[in-house]
């Protein structure tokens, strides 16, 4: 077997079976993920999705080591993620950075980008036992580049975060963590809070900078439209647990999971009539007390007596390509998906 085709060579992020709490007053915790498993491969675009509360955010703070998993286990290139990147400047040092939906999460007000940036260089190069001088024309010229990189105009390190546009600043964001020379960067719904306009243009910098510079992303929405123009795999979460995963054209075309299928429903069509009509109906449970069986089961049209009682795994359905995977048993019954919704 060459290196290439070793499997395990492929896996950059292991995400094995993990289960994240957070303890609440009075009531058992809540039990944001529910023992959830994915593996992402180098330069690897993962797009995952789900409404608010499925657990997308606590995935991001347990992959980056911010959330202490309950059980399971992180490693990252084969090396276990404990609670290392709790410090900020620990962090930093990373090979695996996060990208929040709010750029002030990982900017400093009060310092210019430039600043914040160099000093990321610098703790970069002294964990690597590279010592700069104090004010280290390497590490303004490497600052400088990482803002160039992200499309920031010339002057931009001179200035401070409020001074910027969001997109703006959500780049600069972005070019810090650059910084640290990544392999890897999460980003928690980056984009969200952003103007449409601005939307469009950090999402494509995002997949130029994984697809030019060989980094792998995470990257979570909850907007199906923006994972679908951007992503190559996508992980559909519901209620703490991966509901469906597989190459984004794939679930795209033949969505099995009825969950997966209502989220592309209520995607607005390109021709600007809004949402089709059979977008999901009812909330999102707490997550804290699902339903038994499937934690689908009290929303889905399809369900049968074995979704009330028993909880579905992640499984490869009839007729789908070997990487997809469904956790629904009407979908594991039934024949290759009809095509479409
Ligand atoms: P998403 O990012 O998909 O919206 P989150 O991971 O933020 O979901 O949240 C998952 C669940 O965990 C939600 O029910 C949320 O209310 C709960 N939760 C998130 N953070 C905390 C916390 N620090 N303490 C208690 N509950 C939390
Ligand atoms: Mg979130």
Same mark, same amino acid.
């Given at each position: ?37 994915? =593996?992402?491969?180098?330069?690897? @675009? ?47 040092? #990373? ?21 914040? @940036? &160099? ?54 964001? @972005? ?9 890897? @960067? ?26 030019? =510079?060989?980094?792998? #992303? ?5 907007? +199906? ?26 679930? /795209?075309?033949?969505? &099995?999971?009825?969950?997966? &299928? ?13 949402? &089709? ?36 795994? +992640? ?13 629904? /048993? ?12």
């Amino acid at each position: 077997m060459s290196p290439s085709s070793d499997p395990a060579a492929a896996v950059l992020l292991r995400v094995d079976d993990v289960v994240v709490e957070y303890p609440r007053k009075g009531q058992p915790p809540m039990r944001a993920l529910a023992g959830v498993s994915l =593996e992402v491969a180098p330069g690897e @675009i993962v797009g995952i999705v789900g409404e608010s509360g499925c657990g997308k955010s606590t995935l991001a703070r347990a992959v980056t080591g911010l959330a202490p998993a309950h059980s399971g286990s992180v490693s990252f290139r084969g090396a276990r993620i404990g609670a290392l990147g709790r410090r900020r400047r620990d962090s930093d040092l #990373l090979p695996l950075q996060m990208v929040f939906q709010d750029p002030n999460a990982s900017l400093n007000p009060r310092r210019t980008v430039g600043a914040q @940036i &160099r000093e990321v260089v610098v703790a970069r190069d002294r964990a690597h036992g590279v010592r700069h001088p104090r004010r280290s024309p390497e590490a303004a010229r490497e600052a400088a580049e990482a803002l160039r990189r992200v499309g920031l105009p010339d002057g931009a390190a001179d200035k401070y975060p409020h001074e910027f546009s969001g997109g703006q600043r959500q780049r600069a964001a @972005i070019a810090r963590a650059l910084a640290s020379r990544p392999e890897m @960067i999460v980003a928690d719904e980056p984009v969200s809070a952003l103007d449409a306009s601005a939307q469009a243009a950090v999402a494509n910098l995002l997949r130029d900078l994984s697809r030019e =510079e060989g980094i792998a #992303l995470a990257f979570i929405s909850h907007d +199906l439209a923006v994972v679908g123009a951007l992503a190559d795999r996508v992980v559909v979460m519901y209620l703490g647990r991966v509901v469906e995963t597989g190459a984004v054209e794939e679930i /795209w075309n033949a969505p &099995r999971h009825p969950y997966t &299928r209502a989220l592309l429903a209520a995607v607005p069509v390109p021709d600007g009539r809004g949402a &089709r009509p059979e977008a999901l109906a009812g909330e999102v449970p707490d997550p804290g007390s699902p339903p038994p069986g499937c934690r689908f089961h009290p929303r889905c049209p399809l369900a049968v007596d074995r979704c009330r009682t028993d909880e579905p795994v +992640l499984l490869r359905a009839p007729g789908a390509a070997a990487e997809s995977e469904v956790a629904c /048993w009407v979908a594991q019954a039934s024949g290759p998906a009809p095509g479409g919704v």
